[in-house]
């Protein structure tokens, strides 16, 4: 397969060796160069055949990284070790539907701002409405996505990558966030309806316990409890969709700013 664009991805794999070790196969199979694994599984029978960062500290081995972390620690070691214009950052309950690295070279050229993309489920709203294969975007759930290299040297401080916030352990609001800095540094957030997931849900409803973290249930009760309390922390707002409001208002100001781009957006 003969691509413009040099690919890696990063999975972020807990207790779920042999799961995550197929998913690397799949994205390899795809066009993907390397792989990184970020891997926090507390047994060394259950973690991946090919970890490249594993845990560092006891919080770890007993928390797992989440997303936030381990995303800009395989980030970091990626800008450190290879050459690559994308990375995907996936996590390890990820199943890969649809993935034309082809078509997305061609394609992810005509719109050179666009510097992360999301991966939509089958049944994500912004399929049905969007006027191309690819369109603006700004409020996306946590899952995996598309990152360009030169976003995330731009959140690269003193030999360290903190595109995502560290301290927002399971990640509330987190691509909000990311949405809120790509959009105020004058670029955009996509989606590409050729890169298609489904989340494997039941991985985490089953093997909660293997995975040695909280049931599918509690973690959402502490993911809105927790995240409120670091979202007034860091930007003294109690209400999430106040928040919202702002990155919305971002977004309209970069379509007001580059028109060429109202083509794409979606409304």
Same mark, same amino acid.
Request: hydrophobic share 40%; charged share 25%.
């Given at each position: 397969?003969?691509?413009?664009?040099?690919?890696? #991805?990063?999975?972020?794999?807990?207790?779920?060796?042999?799961?995550?070790?197929?998913?690397?196969?799949?994205?390899?199979?795809?066009?993907?160069?390397?792989?990184?694994?970020?891997?926090?599984?507390?047994?060394? &029978?259950?973690?991946?055949? /090919?970890?490249?960062?594993?845990?560092?500290?006891?919080?770890?081995?007993?928390?797992? /990284?989440?997303?936030?972390?381990?995303?800009? %620690?395989?980030?970091?070691?990626?800008?450190?070790?290879?050459?690559?214009? !994308?990375?995907?950052?996936?996590?390890?309950?990820?199943?890969?539907?649809?993935?034309?690295?082809?078509?997305?070279?061609?394609? &992810?050229?005509?719109?050179?701002?666009?510097?992360?993309?999301?991966?939509?489920?089958?049944?994500?709203?912004?399929?049905?409405?969007?006027?191309?294969?690819?369109?603006?975007? !700004?409020?996306? %759930?946590?899952?995996?996505?598309?990152?360009?290299?030169?976003?995330?040297?731009?959140?690269?401080?003193?030999?360290?990558?903190? %595109?995502?916030?560290?301290?927002?352990?399971?990640?509330?609001?987190?691509?909000?966030?990311?949405?809120?800095?790509?959009?105020?540094?004058?670029?955009?957030?996509?989606?590409?309806?050729?890169?298609?997931?489904?989340?494997?849900?039941?991985?985490?409803?089953?093997? &909660?316990?293997?995975?040695?973290?909280?049931?599918?249930?509690?973690?959402?009760?502490?993911?809105?409890?927790?995240?409120?309390?670091?979202?007034?922390?860091?930007?003294?707002?109690?209400?999430?969709? #106040?928040?919202?409001?702002?990155?919305?208002?971002?977004?309209?100001?970069?379509?007001?700013?580059?028109?060429?781009?109202?083509?794409?957006?979606?409304?």
């Amino acid at each position: 397969m003969h691509l413009k664009n040099r690919y890696l #991805a990063i999975i972020l794999n807990r207790n779920l060796g042999k799961v995550c070790d197929a998913l690397r196969l799949e994205l390899l199979s795809k066009g993907v160069q390397n792989v990184i694994v970020v891997d926090s599984s507390t047994d060394q &029978s259950l973690q991946s055949e /090919y970890v490249t960062v594993g845990a560092i500290d006891q919080s770890t081995l007993d928390h797992g /990284y989440r997303i936030n972390r381990g995303f800009n %620690l395989g980030l970091n070691y990626a800008l450190e070790n290879y050459e690559f214009d !994308w990375i995907f950052c996936i996590p390890v309950d990820t199943s890969i539907i649809e993935l034309d690295l082809n078509a997305f070279d061609a394609e &992810s050229a005509l719109y050179p701002k666009i510097m992360a993309y999301t991966l939509p489920e089958r049944n994500n709203p912004y399929l049905p409405i969007m006027k191309n294969s690819i369109a603006l975007v !700004w409020n996306v %759930l946590e899952g995996p996505i598309l990152l360009k290299r030169e976003l995330v040297s731009r959140f690269k401080f003193e030999n360290t990558v903190l %595109l995502f916030d560290n301290t927002n352990f399971r990640a509330y609001m987190s691509y909000k966030e990311l949405a809120l800095r790509i959009y105020s540094s004058n670029i955009a957030l996509g989606i590409y309806s050729k890169f298609l997931v489904e989340e494997q849900e039941e991985l985490l409803l089953s093997y &909660s316990e293997l995975m040695k973290t909280e049931s599918f249930s509690v973690n959402k009760q502490l993911l809105i409890s927790e995240g409120g309390k670091w979202l007034f922390k860091k930007y003294g707002i109690f209400d999430r969709w #106040a928040f919202e409001t702002i990155v919305r208002l971002l977004y309209e100001e970069f379509l007001r700013v580059n028109p060429e781009y109202k083509s794409i957006e979606i409304s």
